[in-house]
Each structure stands twice: as C-alpha cells, then as structure tokens.
C-alpha cells in the first residue's frame, strides 16, 4: 500500500493544522516548525507530511505529488484549483480578502462608478476575474508581499490584500472598501488520488471532519 503524502506551509496554517492533525491521530516524528527536513515521518509509517511554500501547495497536490494539502482560500483562487477537490473547509486561518485604499482617497470614492483601476495585488488572477465580472478594467501590479506599501509610494492607487485585525490598514491609513471574499484554510484532494486511494483518502478526510465539527 503507497503512502499518503499530505502538504503543508509553514507559517499560521502550520501552527494552527498540527494540533487538529494531532487530534486526528496524525503526529510528525520531528516539529515542522524547527526541522529542517521538507518530508517528515508520521507516527503512522504509512503517511508522511510534506512541508512546501504556501503558494505552492495546490501544484504539488495538482499534480500528485501530494494526495491531500492544507492551503489558504486565497492561495486556491489564485491557482484556480485544476485536478483538485476541495473536500473541507478547515475553518482556520480565517480572513477576509479585500480591496483597499487612502482613507484620503475613500472619502471621495465611488465603487460603483470604477471604470478603470490600478491595483497593486499578490492575487492577479483573482483580482482580474472580480472586476471582469463586473466590467471594471484593471491594470494591475504584481506583489509578493507588503502591498500596503504601494498606495503609499504611488505605485498604485489601491490594492487587493488579506484582512484580518485591520491592525496593518490602519497602521499605514488606509481603508477597506469592496469585499471579494471570506477567506479560511481548506483541505485539498488530488482528483485521481482520490479514486485510487479512494478508501485511505476517505478515511483521512472523514476523520479531519469530525475534528472540525468539534
Ligand atoms: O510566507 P510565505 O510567502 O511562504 O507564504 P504566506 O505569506 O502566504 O504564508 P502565511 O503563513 O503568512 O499565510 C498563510 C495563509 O494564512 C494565507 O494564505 C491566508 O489564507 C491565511 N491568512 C489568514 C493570512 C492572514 N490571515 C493575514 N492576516 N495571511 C496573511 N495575512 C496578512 C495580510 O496579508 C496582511 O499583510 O496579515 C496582514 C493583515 O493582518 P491584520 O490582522 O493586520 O488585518
Ligand atoms: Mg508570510
């Protein structure tokens, strides 16, 4: 019988995954969050856990690389979620993705009148689809990180970003003014795994729901 690789980010999805993992009967041999190993033994020899980038989590998964992964919402629609099912939502990690701007700005702002916008974004994919839909062109800047930074610097009058707190938009005076969507930790599936492996796969997924549900 093949073993079940599951992929995870380091970081908040991390912290907040092992002890529902470990609650599921799913316990690393060594801590994620110090080792320097990028595939790490379970106390199960026949599941392993396999620690990638964020944005890389739903490729590893899409191609077959890894049966089951763990990754932000967001990082999903920006994928697109090809080969992939979307079985649980973990409810962790929960934020909101919004569209931000200068309180300055926002004070004599329209949303319903954009026509045309240039927004700074680590989300291009995402961004484009919201506004195509609602026939608001976009030409937009791709980010790594910090886009909070770009309204401030000129580099673009308003940004597409993650919310939590509202602790980072305050700090840097801007506002939210459009939501795009809520925002929380998924388990993803790949497609063929999950007919292949179909019994295991069901199993791991029946019992991470009964985790959630508590
Ligand atoms: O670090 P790396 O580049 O490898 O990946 P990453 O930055 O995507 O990882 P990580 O661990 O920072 O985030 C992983 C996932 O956590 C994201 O994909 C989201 O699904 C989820 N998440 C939940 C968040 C937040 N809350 C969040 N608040 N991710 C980022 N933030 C950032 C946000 O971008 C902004 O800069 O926190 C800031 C806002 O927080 P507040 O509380 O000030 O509003
Ligand atoms: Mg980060």
Redesign the pocket.
């Known amino acids: 019988m093949g073993c079940i690789h599951i992929a995870l980010?380091?970081?908040?999805?991390l912290r907040d995954m092992l002890p529902l993992l470990a609650t599921a009967g799913i316990v690393p041999r060594e801590d994620p969050a110090t080792s320097r190993k990028l595939v790490l033994d379970t106390g199960d020899e026949s599941m392993r856990l396999v620690v990638v980038?964020?944005?890389d989590v739903p490729t590893y998964v899409q191609f077959g690389a890894a049966d089951l992964g763990v990754v932000?919402?967001?990082?999903l629609m920006e994928h697109g979620g090809e080969g992939l099912a979307e079985p649980l939502d973990l409810g962790l990690?929960?934020?909101r993705m919004m569209v931000a701007e200068p309180r300055q700005l926002a004070q004599q702002d329209d949303p319903s009148s954009w026509r045309r916008l240039r927004i700074a974004t680590k989300y291009p994919n995402v961004t484009r689809r919201h506004f195509a839909a609602k026939g608001v062109q976009t030409e937009i800047i791709k980010l790594y990180?910090s886009m909070?930074l770009a309204p401030l610097v000129g580099l673009a009058d308003r940004i597409v970003?993650?919310?939590?707190?509202?602790?980072?938009?305050r700090a840097n005076d801007l506002v939210e003014v459009e939501h795009i969507a809520d925002?929380s930790?998924r388990l993803v599936v790949n497609c063929a795994a999950l007919h292949m492996k179909s019994s295991r796969l069901h199993a791991i997924i029946a019992q991470l729901e009964q985790v959630v549900e508590k």
Not at 9 to 13: F, L, M, P, V
Request: aromatic share 0%; charged share 30%.
């Open positions: 980010a380091k970081g908040r999805i980038r964020a944005a932000g919402k967001d990082v990690a929960r934020c990180g909070e970003d993650l919310v939590d707190t509202g602790g980072t938009l925002i930790a």
